[in-house]
């Protein structure tokens, strides 16, 4: 370290408590989970005390240390905060009092996040899971300036997670308004229609024929046909991961198979999900499961990519919304309700014209969410950065 101040015990600032009290059937009570990777406690279950097995617990104080015998050594340790103050934990957990006349409890609760303290915690024997004993924990060793100087360095570490912290939700929010900004518009566009004399119409005077998947029980062996599923519909597109599959009948594949330009179409989901759909435009042969609808719309009036990004925009889920059957848990739209979507659409030309823009936006913005994924990334290493300097005397 590039300071001067001396590496401490813990013992020489904290003692470990071991106190139990009995469980009383009639009560009710708060029990702490310690995450692991040092990210705190946190509240597990308000229990009654006839359900917990084991009747002798130890009572947390807000403030103290709290060890897990086991998990330790992947990060299993933190401060109780103060609304679990009087929580319990078994005998597999350590409490220790911080004296808080030599430690401030902001100074260790910084401290055991930083590598050098994991590192201490996780020397001690050969496996991750290898039980810590109180004895090994009051050994590991602290840096320990003045308790002004320690209260000074939370100060700084405070401001700086504040303005990080601030980053992090300026970022949230410039997410949530480029995933919103597609979405906003094509209402923009859709609400011109009456001046740009626009056809009106429905869903249905563009769709073919419709179709419900198949219900067959499917199976993990790939040599059969891959099923989309609902969960097969992310964002308005396909992704084939966690595929399922069937061997489809000769009778049944004109009805399974599905085609290019396809719309899937998920009919039984949550009120905010169920209606949910993306083009079909993968190059292998797939069937659909079904949770799912099929549309096959006429190519040479409607294109499929402008219809799927109206059904899946503010106009289309807030259709689905009223028009969704609600059941225990789950919403229903069937494909009646579904073709009668009310749907103006330009000619043919107009509506590529719409797509090819919209994609170009799509773009845009999938490039600024990668740009703030890196900044993500970038932020989340700023906390440790700034413990590290601030632990090395730099702050």
């Not at 350590?94 to 996780?122: C, H, M, W």
């Not at 807030?318 to 225990?328: A, G, H, I, L």
């Amino acid at each position: 370290m590039n300071h001067p101040w001396p590496a401490v015990p813990l013992g020489e600032v904290l003692k470990h408590r071991k106190e139990f009290i009995t469980i009383d059937d009639s009560q009710e009570y708060k029990r702490c989970r310690i995450q692991l990777h040092a990210k705190g406690i946190v509240l597990r279950d308000i229990i009654e005390g006839a359900r917990i097995k084991t009747k002798e617990q130890q009572v947390c104080r807000a403030g103290e240390f709290l060890v897990a015998e086991i998990d330790a050594k992947v990060g299993g340790f933190g401060l109780v905060p103060e609304d679990l103050n009087e929580a319990i934990v078994s005998s597999h957990y350590f409490l220790f009092e911080i004296n808080q006349e030599a430690l401030d409890k902001g100074f260790l609760d910084y401290y055991i996040r930083t590598p050098t303290f994991r590192d201490q915690v996780s020397a001690r024997g050969t496996t991750n899971y290898a039980a810590i004993r109180p004895r090994q924990v009051l050994e590991y060793l602290i840096p320990l300036p003045p308790l002004p100087e320690q209260r000074r360095i939370v100060a700084k570490i405070e401001e700086l997670a504040a303005k990080t912290k601030e980053a992090n939700k300026l970022r949230n929010q410039a997410i949530i308004s480029a995933d919103k900004l597609i979405g906003s518009e094509i209402c923009h566009i859709f609400s011109k229609m009456t001046e740009a004399h626009w056809k009106g119409g429905c869903l249905g005077d563009y769709v073919l024929n419709d179709c419900y998947g198949t219900s067959e029980k499917t199976i993990d062996n790939p040599s059969g046909t891959p099923i989309l599923r609902m969960g097969n519909i992310q964002g308005g597109r396909l992704v084939t991961s966690d595929l399922k599959y069937i061997y489809i009948s000769d009778k049944d594949r004109e009805k399974l198979i599905l085609k290019s330009g396809d719309i899937l179409v998920n009919r039984t989901n949550s009120a905010e999900l169920v209606g949910k759909c993306a083009v079909f435009n993968l190059d292998s042969e797939y069937g659909f499961a079904s949770y799912l609808i099929r549309l096959r719309l006429d190519l040479n009036r409607a294109n499929p990519y402008l219809v799927a990004l109206y059904i899946n925009s503010p106009i289309g889920r807030d259709y689905m919304f009223r028009e969704r059957k609600q059941m225990t848990g789950q919403a229903n739209v069937n494909a009646k309700k579904l073709k009668s979507l009310p749907m103006p659409l330009p000619p043919l030309d107009e509506q590529r014209r719409i797509v090819a823009y919209l994609d170009g936006l799509q773009a845009r913005v999938d490039a600024l969410k990668k740009l703030q994924a890196q900044t993500a990334a970038e932020l989340d290493a700023l906390l440790p950065a700034i413990l590290d300097r601030a632990f090395k005397g730099e702050l």
